[in-house]
């Protein structure tokens, strides 16, 4: 009996070891992102590092590491995926939710599944072949490889988020708001945009959110579409590189324990912490939102 | 009113256009890609080692090695990610801790992949100092793949009816003779499904391998979890991006392409089968 109780010990101990282990490994790329990246500290001033925009590591002479551009870059091709994706996204959730009959739903349902399982190299390689030359040929311009084109495929690995996490919350509005609303003689339009999706407004604020988060995080499509010019970009036509796709370039060829290798940590570690900071309020709208249901 | 009854058939026709430019997305992806590529893809074109430069020639050590890496984070992140969402859902008590537990496999989720390449060059490259290799990557691919595991396990076992849990207590069974007996038999087909679904995105994952083991080119296959490996999704980006001639091996890039798809909707497939089998047994 004695044993059998060691066991079941044993065994609670084991299952609560794997349980903590995503604590431990949140904790253990924060700290190895962190230990990595301040090294380079030692050799690139902080402001410069922030502030700069010239990000040259093996600049004959004098180095720079400024991720300026880089930064803006990210968040100007994020800003161009979410002005396509948001309005399609939700549209398309609240087609399915609303007007679409059991059968369409479902079948919509599982295309979004499909177009959320497409590889992301693949998209990218789509941007190369198909949307590449086709915004170099509509805008006349010679090469199709820039943040247009990275904004378009964002904006396609955003969409399965962004739908099915709307399409779920306008799908939890009780019938009776809607009920309500067409006894005050509310047509089904009128009622889904006064009613239906301001209500539901605080799943839709997180699935943005969330396929924020993916956008910026994307590596394989902007590494492939966007050209890779480390330059500050001053239009959608202008070719550009991320913080994702500098660090994938970068890697791989730089010297272990060197500046430029500590820099790219850096840059990873921001990177980490702008996409905690988009969970954390998806995060804090969540809580905000079953807060004020119970 | 009549003004009214045009604002809803404009809106409503908005609301059907993007689902039917969302659908159309889809298609021109799988479209292009089904056209094009099957021209180039043959018995020879899976089978045979790249030639001449990787102008000719197949894409086997490429299938292989994604198979191998996948196998490997198959290995690693399944039993971790099925403990953990045991954890979740049997043991832990709804406090500060499962909070936080929860907490950290939601962010874990939001990580981008290639965060979780610097973390395999930091810990299992250098750190653990397996090199560039098979296992590195496996295990990077693993850890990234653990937060999908773990959540939706937890959600195959949560469907699980408490009776089944009560009734083997009554009869004397200690809790992990319940679980066992009683809780995972049942949840398996969720566990199953869910894990192939996971699986199907760490094989066509490229960032988190580019650095811990993924090579452009190797003449033979891997012979050990220490050595380098030819991956599919790699394999396309190098094609694509990296190669001498570029116009020259569109078609193995296309063929390359619809193989990953292939195996990917393979896997999709085998979840969903094993979802409808598994259903009519059980009777769910």
Excluded: C
């Excluded at chain 1, 791989?252 to 940590?265: I, M, S």
């Excluded at chain 2, 390449?117 to 990234?144: C, K, M, R, W």
């Excluded at chain 2, 009734?167 to 069974?173: I, N, S, T």
């Amino acid at each position: 009996m004695n044993l059998k109780k060691i066991k079941e010990k044993a065994i609670y101990v084991f299952f609560f070891l794997t349980g903590i282990l995503a604590v431990i490994i949140l904790l253990g790329i924060f700290l190895m992102l962190l230990i990595n990246g301040l090294q380079a500290f030692k050799d690139v001033k902080l402001l410069d590092f922030f502030f700069g925009t010239v990000w040259n590591p093996s600049a004959y002479g004098e180095s720079s590491y400024g991720i300026l551009s880089m930064v803006v870059s990210t968040f100007m091709v994020t800003l161009g995926a979410m002005m396509i994706a948001v309005p399609l996204g939700i549209g398309t959730a609240a087609y399915i939710a609303e007007i679409a009959n059991q059968r369409v739903g479902d079948v919509l349902r599982s295309i979004i599944g499909i177009l959320a399982g497409i590889p992301s190299v693949v998209i990218g390689f789509i941007g190369i072949v198909l949307v590449g030359p086709f915004i170099a040929k509509v805008f006349n311009l010679s090469s199709g490889l820039n943040a247009l084109n990275g904004s378009i495929l964002l904006a396609v690995m955003s969409l399965p988020t962004i739908i099915s996490i709307s399409e779920g919350a306008i799908r939890k509005i009780p019938k009776d708001f809607k009920i309500a609303s067409y006894a005050l003689g509310a047509n089904r339009w009128t009622t889904l945009i006064r009613v239906t999706i301001p209500a539901a407004f605080s799943g839709i604020i997180v699935s943005i959110m969330l396929g924020i988060g993916r956008a910026i995080g994307e590596t394989m499509t902007v590494l492939m579409a966007t050209g890779n010019a480390p330059a500050m970009p001053h239009s959608f036509f202008d070719s550009v590189s991320t913080m994702t796709a500098t660090i994938a370039i970068e890697m791989g060829e730089v010297p272990y324990g060197t500046t430029h290798y500590y820099a790219l940590f850096a840059v990873g570690a921001v990177l980490f912490i702008v996409s905690l900071g988009v969970n954390l309020i998806a995060e804090l709208v969540t809580a905000k939102y079953q807060g004020r249901r119970t | 009113m009549k003004f009214n009854r045009i604002k809803e058939i404009i809106g409503f026709g908005l609301l059907i256009l993007s689902a039917v430019l969302v659908v159309l997305i889809l298609g021109i992806i799988i479209f292009d890609i089904a056209i094009k590529g099957f021209g180039a893809i043959s018995w020879g074109f899976l089978i045979d080692f790249p030639k001449e430069g990787m102008t000719k020639g197949g894409i086997f050590p490429a299938i292989m090695g994604t198979i191998f890496v996948t196998l490997i984070t198959t290995l690693f992140s399944i039993p971790l990610g099925v403990s953990a969402a045991i954890y979740l859902s049997e043991y832990a008590i709804e406090g500060r801790l499962t909070r936080i537990v929860r907490a950290a496999i939601r962010n874990l989720a939001g990580i981008p992949s290639i965060i979780y390449g610097l973390f395999g060059v930091a810990i299992f490259v250098q750190g653990l100092n397996f090199g560039t290799s098979v296992l590195s990557s496996g295990l990077t691919l693993g850890l990234l793949t653990l937060p999908w595991i773990i959540a939706t396990s937890e959600e195959a076992l949560k469907t699980v009816p408490q009776s089944y849990r009560v009734g083997a207590l009554a009869l004397g069974a200690t809790k992990w003779q319940a679980i066992r007996s009683n809780v995972l038999p049942y949840a398996f087909p969720g566990i199953l499904t869910s894990s192939i679904l996971g699986l199907s995105r760490a094989a066509g994952e490229t960032a988190p391998i580019l650095f811990t083991g993924v090579a452009f080119f190797i003449p033979g296959l891997p012979g050990s979890v220490f050595d380098q490996f030819m991956a599919l999704p790699y394999h396309i980006y190098i094609l694509s991006t990296q190669h001498h001639a570029i116009d020259q091996v569109r078609p193995l890039a296309y063929g390359t392409t619809l193989v990953l798809i292939a195996i990917v909707f393979l896997l999709n497939l085998a979840a969903i089968i094993v979802r409808y089998r598994f259903k009519k047994k059980y009777y769910i």
